[in-house]
């Protein structure tokens, strides 16, 4: 009982019971910042690897040659970006009215900080397009 007394009277006891309280909730939103940093970084690099491969497509001579350069442009970025496995990245294609189309889709389940289950994330398909007219070849 002595002891009980003693420490609810020290300050270095009532710093401890504040400390557990608070820490959880603490460690909760280091978690969602992380993971909601991790989240915006994935969306701004499937936005560029979209952009990037309509901005290399516009220039081939035909639809074929145009979805090949959009599609290795996309490989090449998920190459350097460590953004995902290019197996659960998909890349699609389309022109129309002298347009490109390149959307590109991830599942970011497979991603490590958005797995925490203590943090409310938004939908796990993000999905970014990019859209170019095509360049009128001489």
């Given at each position: 009982m002595n002891?009980?007394?003693h420490l609810l009277s020290n300050a270095r006891g009532a710093t401890l019971i504040e400390f557990a309280l608070l820490a959880?909730?603490?460690?909760?939103?280091?978690?969602?910042?992380?993971?909601y940093g991790q989240y915006i970084l994935t969306a701004h690099t499937l936005q560029q690897l979209a952009n990037d491969a309509a901005r290399a497509a516009i220039v081939a001579p035909?639809?074929?040659?145009?979805?090949?350069?959009a599609r290795d442009s996309v490989a090449e970025g998920l190459a350097g970006a460590a953004l995902a496995r290019p197996e659960t990245v998909d890349t699609r294609f389309d022109e129309q009215n002298g347009r490109v189309l390149?959307?590109?889709t991830v599942d970011t389940r497979d991603l490590s900080l958005l797995r925490?289950?203590?943090?409310?994330m938004p939908a796990p398909i993000?999905?970014?397009r990019?859209?170019?007219?095509?360049?009128?070849?001489?």
């Open positions: 002891r009980s007394r959880p909730i603490l460690m909760v939103l280091l978690l969602g910042i992380l993971a035909s639809r074929a040659d145009r979805e090949t350069l390149v959307a590109v925490v289950a203590m943090v409310p993000l999905e970014r990019a859209v170019a007219e095509l360049a009128e070849l001489p």
